[in-house]
């Protein structure tokens, strides 16, 4: 069994920057994708970034050029998603997501099978 746990959610200030964690406990073996999802209140969750267990990653849009999302070098269960230049359109609650198959540039949350409990991102001055 596959356990998901995200940290590092808080109140930050337009054009700041936040540092998300997810940690996989339990055994992510061959081919998978671990990835970030949002949802914002009244809206449907949307994919924000994704790796995948060969290296590579895509990103939304909306996201490209500041988000990042990395897997820890030193340790191979702890997953970052960086967040720079942050807008008041990234509020949301963060989900961290993990199942076996390859992410390109278009996947849904239906693809993934584990879930985080979430953690609340708030831009606001």
């Known amino acids: ?14 054009g700041g920057s936040l540092r998300l964690s997810c940690t996989v406990f339990g055994y992510l073996y061959g081919g998978f994708c671990l990835g970030w999802f949002r949802q914002a209140p009244g809206k449907e969750r949307e994919g ?9 990653t895509f990103y939304a849009d909306s996201v490209k050029g500041r988000f990042t999302i990395s897997q820890d070098n030193a340790k191979n269960t702890l997953y970052l998603l960086q967040m720079n230049s ?19 540039g278009a996947y849904s949350p239906r693809d993934f ?7 609340q991102v ?4």
């Open 122 to 125: 708030t831009v606001s001055s």
């Open 48 to 56: 924000v970034a994704v790796i995948n267990s060969d290296g590579s």
């Open 1 to 14: 069994e596959v356990q998901l746990v995200e940290s590092g959610g808080g109140l930050v200030q337009p």
């Open 86 to 104: 942050l807008k008041p359109e990234d509020t949301a609650m963060y989900y961290c997501a993990a199942g076996w198959v390859y992410c390109s």
């Open 113 to 119: 099978g584990y879930w985080g409990q979430g953690t």
